[in-house]
């Protein structure tokens, strides 16, 4: 059974910092795709970003700079550290998991609410 639990998730003030983590089983970690999204209210989810087995990342534009997405094989564990938080990041952070033809594992989503 596959699942993915993420974890980290919080409220911050502005300019403050948060890491978020997510613990992958029943999948073959290594090999997949991961990636975190989000979906703030009212607004369709959104990539934030995706990194490869083999260490590619890929970031939205939104968040260059600002925030780090990284993983740990041996852990199953997928974090995305998030510097500079900005009211507009807050939403729900989804952990997600895939291959080349999409992305077809998803957690449950943790809150992250940034205020101004």
């Known amino acids: 059974q596959v699942q993915l639990v993420e974890s980290g998730g919080g409220l911050v003030q502005a300019g403050g910092s948060l890491r978020l983590s997510c613990a992958a089983s029943?999948?073959?970690?290594?090999?997949?795709?991961m990636g975190w999204y989000r979906q703030a209210p009212g607004k369709q989810r959104e990539m934030v970003a995706l990194?490869?087995?083999?260490?590619?990342?890929n970031y939205a534009d939104s968040v260059k700079g600002r925030f780090t997405i990284s993983r740990d094989n041996a852990k199953k564990t997928v974090f995305l550290q998030m510097n500079s938080l900005k009211p507009e990041d807050t939403a729900v952070y989804y952990c997600?998991?895939?291959?080349?033809?999409?992305?077809?594992?998803w957690g449950k989503g943790t809150l992250v609410t940034v205020s101004s």
């Open positions: 990194i490869t087995g083999g260490g590619t990342t």
């Open positions: 029943g999948i073959s970690f290594n090999i997949m795709k």
């Open positions: 997600a998991a895939g291959d080349i033809s999409g992305m077809g594992y």
